[in-house]
């Protein structure tokens, strides 16, 4: 009973909660290696960015390239979102490493993102707001570009009881703009999930 | 008296914890429905942030808790109602991440009454279709801002959530037209035909929409794909309606003839879609039911014990009324809307009543709820009964065991706030208008129907091929 009446009451009180506080990257351990969502994030960007790259650099298309005895000028359009997740800045963020790469190489001249920009947003424009692969194509003559990149992404998700899988399928390609034939290709793909 | 002294001590605190009270989620936004009925959206919006703990609408909870995912869809309502697309995206993708979805039909009650009533560990579970108003809502944002890639992220979105709910629900169809319709609209302007006539489809399964129709014959020669309802379609269907010229001479009964984008990509009109909405739909408020009422309505929910003992506590008096939550009915001033292009009327058709799907998607899972309310309820009346027993053998006196009887009752009772959890400004009735019109500048007027001043007077700028989509909320 007395217990009873010391414990019982204290069950009523109230516990203080712990509160959520910022954080920097440096100061927890392992806090780029946790997965907070089911979307992209740094780490699957640079495991899809490893496997994309390597495969490019080794391919025949690049090794043409650095033959060349001037660097071939080359646009890298938007890789089209076409699954059920908002990965739209973490797209960009991929083709903006895989340009990086590719500059600070030497291998290819790639086009200023300003100009590709403005045509990109005409055609957006005059297609009422979307940015049809297509176009590419034409954007890229209209810049003067010999090759361009592009991707698609797209998903399977399924959810069950609560958890989810969402899938990831990246195809990323080399197009030769003159005669419009794909100089390379890769598939790279990446699962992420939540489960209880 | 020494041994009854900490049962009292102990009941006595609860009844001081629980005298705190709590007005429950409907308290909690009452202030921001009465801003919204007075049309200060201004206003509404600080009381959302002021229920987040918030101090400006574009900050978020540091850690998002349970009726936060709630406020934020409350937050991105009114945002997307005073145009702040972008803003209400990105609430209601924060939300979107957070929300735990409404399973009563494969809980059994007895789970369920862990978690019915409101309280900090209870965890707001969204029914179906307030799933699938986040996705519609965030889609009609995309497009507003014309984004179409994002749009059409939401409507596979929408197409998830939809396959996941047939699939729970032994393969009946989820089904909200609304959402379907912006989903196909989304994809026919992007030029994906195939996947546009999917969704108009579906949509179509749901609501009747006359102009549809004729929109699903006018695309239909973009792509191969046919199934039996396009071809009888196709056989059947009357010319667009609803065209504009440049001299407005043109009334909504006089066919489009301008050919379509994907067969002729240099057309001179684009396509302008009006989402208006009325009101608010219904909201759930606190009730107290008979128990002789709420036996009838649940006890087929009930198990036979169960049942047996509901009615045993009910006619010895112990157990004679259950906390439960009923839905208050949809309010708006205004009857509908009036839409004018260039100051010629415009067709408007049912988008979607969404008071109905809030009182069918109620109505569903209402027994079952109310089963698990009882169960709750005869707890509390056996734990009541229990306290008295306990009391009076210890005090001797039956008096003292009444009265801790009533308290832990009474405290009980009052600490089970029944849960009035619900997304509260979502729209009453929804409408759509769409035309084609010539590229260039037009005015919209969208008038509220009942009104003596009430309406919206704008103007949009189509391009050539392009799109225009105007979400136009009353909220009152």
Redesign the interface.
């Known amino acids: 009973m007395k217990l009873f009446s010391i414990v019982f009451p204290g069950l009523l009180l109230l516990a203080a909660g712990c509160g959520a506080n910022y954080v920097r990257g440096d100061e927890v351990a392992d806090l780029d290696e946790m997965a907070m969502s089911t979307g992209l994030d740094k780490k699957d960007l640079e495991k899809l960015y490893d496997a994309n790259i390597e495969s490019l650099m080794a391919s025949a298309v690049v090794a043409s390239w650095k033959a060349l005895p001037e660097p071939p000028i080359v646009s890298i359009f938007p890789i089209a979102n076409e699954t059920s997740e908002h990965i739209r800045d973490s797209l960009d963020a991929l083709n903006s490493k895989m340009e990086t790469q590719m500059v600070n190489g030497g291998v290819v001249t790639m086009i200023d993102h300003s100009m590709q920009d403005q045509l990109i947003a005409e055609v957006r424009k005059q297609q009422g707001g979307d940015f049809d692969q297509s176009k590419s194509a034409d954007i890229g003559r209209q810049l003067g570009a010999k090759f361009f990149i592009t991707g698609k992404v797209h998903s399977s998700a399924e959810t069950v009881d609560g958890e989810k899988r969402v899938q990831y399928f990246l195809f990323m390609k080399v197009v030769d703009i003159e005669s419009g034939a794909i100089r390379w290709q890769n598939e790279a793909n990446l699962t992420k999930g939540l489960i209880r | 008296m020494n ?1 009854a ?2 049962i009292l ?2 009941v006595l ?2 009844a001081a ?1 629980s005298a705190i009270g709590c007005a429950g989620y409907a308290g909690q936004v009452q202030d921001m429905r009465t801003a919204l009925f007075q049309a200060d959206r201004e206003k509404a919006l600080k009381e959302v942030n002021g229920a987040l703990d918030l101090g400006d609408g574009d900050q978020y909870p ?2 998002v808790k349970s009726e936060d995912t709630l406020l934020l869809l409350e937050r991105a309502s009114v945002k997307h109602a005073m145009n702040d697309f972008r803003g209400s995206s990105l609430d209601y ?1 924060i939300a979107d ?1 957070h929300l ?2 409404l399973d009563v039909k494969r809980d059994p009650v007895g789970k369920i009454a862990e978690w019915i009533f409101s309280g900090d560990a209870g965890i707001y579970r969204a029914p179906s279709h307030e799933k699938l108003m986040l996705s519609t809502g965030n889609m009609l944002n995309y497009l507003a801002m ?5 749009a ?2 939401e409507a ?2 929408l ?2 959530a939809q396959q ?1 709910f047939a699939d729970e629900d032994e393969g009946t169809p989820a089904l909200l037209g609304v959402g379907d319709y912006l989903s196909g609209f989304a994809f026919e ?3 994906r035909y195939e996947q546009a006539l999917q969704q108009y489809l579906d949509a179509l399964k749901d609501t009747d929409y006359p102009h549809l129709k004729a929109v699903i014959r006018d695309i239909a020669p973009c792509t191969s794909y046919r199934t039996p309802e396009i071809d009888a379609l196709l056989a059947d269907v009357a010319p667009v309606t609803g065209a504009a010229t440049t001299d407005g001479a043109t009334t909504a009964d006089d066919a489009v003839t301008e050919p379509l ?1 994907c067969i002729h990509p240099d057309r001179e009109t ?2 302008l879609l009006v989402v208006s909405s009325v009101g608010l739909a219904p909201h759930k408020q606190a009730v107290r039911l008979p128990i002789g009422a709420a036996i009838v309505i649940a006890g087929a929910f009930l198990a036979p014990d169960e049942l047996a003992r509901a009615n045993d506590f009910a006619v010895r008096g112990l157990l004679k009324w259950v906390n439960f939550t009923e839905l208050a009915p949809a309010a708006s001033i205004y009857g509908g809307v009036d839409v004018a292009v260039d100051g010629v009327a415009a067709p408007v058709e049912l988008g979607q009543d969404m008071a109905a799907v809030v009182q069918r998607s109620w109505d569903d899972v209402k027994g079952k709820m109310l089963a698990a309310a009882i169960v709750r309820m005869i707890a509390r009346a056996a734990a009541g009964a229990g306290t008295n027993a306990a009391v009076e053998a210890a005090t001797g006196e039956s008096i003292f065991g009444l009265l801790a009887q009533v308290v832990v009752e009474g405290t009980m009772t009052v600490a089970d706030t029944p849960d009035t959890r619900c997304w509260n400004t979502l729209p009453k009735t929804i409408y759509i208008t769409r035309m084609e019109v010539p590229a260039g500048t037009h005015r919209v007027n969208v008038r509220w129907k009942g009104a003596r001043d009430g309406g919206i007077d704008t103007e949009v700028n189509v ?5 225009v989509v105007l979400p136009i909320h009353s909220m009152r």
């Not at chain 2, 014309?146 to 994002?150: H, V």
């Not at chain 2, 391009?463 to 799109?467: D, H, L, M, R, T």
């Open positions: 041994a002294r900490p001590f102990s605190l609860l914890a540091l850690k993708r991440r735990e979805l014309g984004n179409l890639e994002s059409r992220v596979r979105r197409d998830l996941i302007m992007s030029g984008r684009g396509t391009n050539a091929g392009g799109f």
